[in-house]
Nanobody
């Protein structure tokens, strides 16, 4: 059974930091590209960052501006999103996504974790 379980969300003050985790199970982690997306109320889901679990390419959405960092721990089948200098516009539900690197129609989503940036 494939599972992507996000954790680490919560309430943080502007300028603060959070680290999100996405624990994967039920598939071969190293053969997937992992991404983080987010969806704010009333807005479309947008891509935040992506990484190939096997190593190599990392990329970020333009709005990240050096504040976020994506990484993986292949021993734990987990992808992380370290978020620093958060602001209110970062408030959203953050989702983890896995896409097979050779068969991109094979994809999985997590259930999401809420991040709220507020004083």
């Amino acid at each position: 059974q494939v599972q992507l379980v996000e954790s680490g969300g919560g309430l943080v003050q502007p300028g603060g930091s959070l680290r999100l985790s996405c624990a994967a199970s039920g598939f071969t982690f190293s053969t997937y590209a992992m991404s983080w997306y987010r969806q704010a109320p009333g807005k479309e889901r947008e891509w935040v960052a992506g990484i190939f679990s096997a190593g190599g390419s990392i990329s970020y959405g333009n709005f990240v501006e050096g504040r976020f960092s994506i990484s993986t721990d292949n021993d734990k089948n987990t992808v992380y999103l370290q978020m620093n200098n958060l602001n209110s516009e970062d408030t959203a539900v953050y989702y983890c996504k896995a896409v097979h690197t050779r068969i991109p129609t094979i994809k999985y989503w997590g259930q999401g974790t809420q991040v709220t940036v507020s004083s």
